[in-house]
């Protein structure tokens, strides 16, 4: 009987086969040693009974595959049982290890969250300790704040002398306590606990709606804050005021200087971002109010930009808008390679605007606020000047005092009436009105006037930095002193465009109501006088007539009298400008008699006042001097200069000035001290030099010297004398040995006069004696 032999392929297949169960032992060593890395030891147990089941089914899988087999029935059979033995074992580590991993996620669960909620609870409190520190902080720095500027100020005012410039060190503190008691109110408002939800709401809400009031305070404040620390340093200069401040400090806060207390706003304010941002840190995304935190911490933010910006424009304002009076040494001392060279480009730019050679830089808002600007100066100056010259009409009718003269008007009801009436308006009606003008239009456009200083210094500095901005313009790169002179003109011209509008329509609201005032002013005035003309009313004419009779009357009569004051004026101002008539001296009637051969009499003028040349070829002549026209205008045309001949040399006189002489046809009228006939003029063409070799002194004198005729005089070097008057002669010529003119004493007083214009007289007499030789 033949066997059949096994083939040999059998053990292969069988060990091929045998892997699978090999592969999922090492499996589970691999799963057993990554969970005794995961797990503690109290689980050591069960490792060593899975290590132990996969120790036996790989025995079981060698004897599989070592162990011959001679029907392959056999060996299906024998593999199926031991699939079916495999999946029990497989199923329940799937379920253990499932266990496992359920129990260690809800164990960690359970601990996230605990350490969540203890994380929350700790940001809780330190948003609450956040809020809490910003409260008690405000009180604490508001009540700091009432103690300096009530205990303190008070003291130091006490003192004796008191501080010079107190007041300004605590200028804009008020402010500054307002808003800081305004802020605690609105939270103590709703009596809340900085634990409530609602609290950090409130706060937010606060804040933002003072926002507004805030910056405006501490801006203010903080821009002073420069001038305090100038003061405080005076302050400490002298040891004996700084020592009584110091007592007065040191017991309320145990400080050693006033800037312990008036720093506390500039700290303040830079304070507020840094506890809204910690309370913003400490506070939970989710919180309702977050959004509205973050808002005000941005808020806060923002103030201190807005107030620092202010700060620095104001410091550019006060820097700029100095006056400076500096005289040509200071300016010379002041002069600088650099400095010439920057006012020499700026001038090279200025004329290539003009000519065209260089565009302009063109800001039409800037344009138009600056034409606005120098109409309101043109128009605050021209009022200014109209109301100063009513005050001075007013000023000089008020001292016109009719009382003080006796007009004889005894019996006349109506004058003594007017006088009345102008002495009430002078004594009590006009001063009060003038006090009035003077207190609410004169003095506010005088302010008004100086304040244009500082915005037109300003107008010029930015025209000036405009002209080293346009050369520095087109650079791709700027240095660091470019960048500096740009940072210049962009502050200042920012500066201009935010405050000049400003500035433009307070001074045209001011213009109005001084306008305004005036008006009222004078309808109160004429309240006055009305109240006043009804006490004289039944005794002055007219009274009676009907409103519109009497008021056609008054029209009348005010317009007849300013008709006759009119003609009044124009003769006074006739005789006025008429020309002094009196004899010639000797070099005029010869000046004159040169002028008349060479231009002829028609071209004869005499001048009316003193002239001084101002301009090239004018001349410089005195009242009264004679000389002859050449031309009605002058080179160029203008017939308000005139080209004459003063005999001496040719110039030009203002034609008001000189008026056309009239030769007289006669000789002047003869003196009454002088013989009516024979050669007049014998006696008077003389020198008074006496002759001692002539005239012989006897006891007595036999003759005085006397004027023959008026003389006026027309400088301080000759004296007036009228015709009979006695003089006494002391030199018989002038300094430079001129015989026309003597040096006389008249009167007290001493002077020259035409020696011509004397003559000698027997005493006692009424016959002239011999002429003088």
Known sequence: ?????????????????????????????????????????????????????????????????????????????????????????????????????????????????????????????????????LVQSEKSYLKMLQICTVNIRNSLNNLQPPPPDLDSLFLYTEEVMNVSSRLLSKLEQKQLKPQDPEFLENLCASFLSLSSEIEAAYKEYLWNYNHVSLVENDYKQNEALWSDIIKVVKPEVNATSLSFFLVMPVQRIARYPLLLQTIQKHTDPSHPAYALLEQTANTSIALNCNINEYKRFREVADKYKKTENLTIMDKINRLSTHSIAKKTARFSQYIKHETGMAPKLVDEEFDTLEGFFNILEYGILVLLENVETYLFHLQRLLECKTEEFDFDMDGEKAPICYKEIHTALRQWILPMFEKRMRTLIHKPLCELRDMLVGPKNLIRKRLHKLLDYEVIEGKPKLSYEEQAVANAYKTINTLLLNELPCFNGLALQMIWGMLGTFSCLHRDLAADMEQLFQGFALQLPHSSCHPKEFQEWVETAVLEGARNLDILCQSVQETLNSPVVQPLSPSCQRLLKHLTDKHGSGKIFQVTNTVVGTRDFDLNLTKGEFVALISEFDTRGDKRRWLVDSGAKRGYVPSSKLIRYHQAAEDPPPSPFLPTSGNMMAFRRHSCIPDPQLIHVTSQPLFQVVAAYDFMARGNHEVSVRAGEHVRVLESQDKRGNSEWSLVEARGQRGYVPSNYLTRMPVGTGSLAPPLH
Do not use: C, W
């Open 1 to 133: 009987m033949e066997v059949s032999g096994r083939p040999n392929t059998s053990p292969f297949k069988l060990h091929k086969s045998a892997s699978t169960p090999l592969r999922y032992s090492g499996a589970v060593k691999k799963v057993a040693k990554k969970n005794q890395t995961k797990e503690s030891g109290n689980k050591e147990k069960d490792k060593q009974v899975e290590y132990d089941n996969a120790s036996s089914e790989e025995e079981t899988a060698e004897d599989l595959v070592l162990k011959p087999t001679t029907d392959s029935s056999e060996l299906a059979v024998a593999g199926a049982h031991r699939i079916s033995l495999r999946l029990p074992s497989e199923d329940s580590f799937s379920e253990e290890t499932l266990v496992s991993e359920e129990r260690l996620a809800e164990e960690a669960k359970k601990k996230s969250e605990e350490e969540e909620a203890a994380a929350k609870e700790r940001q809780a409190q330190r948003q609450v300790m956040a809020i809490e520190e």
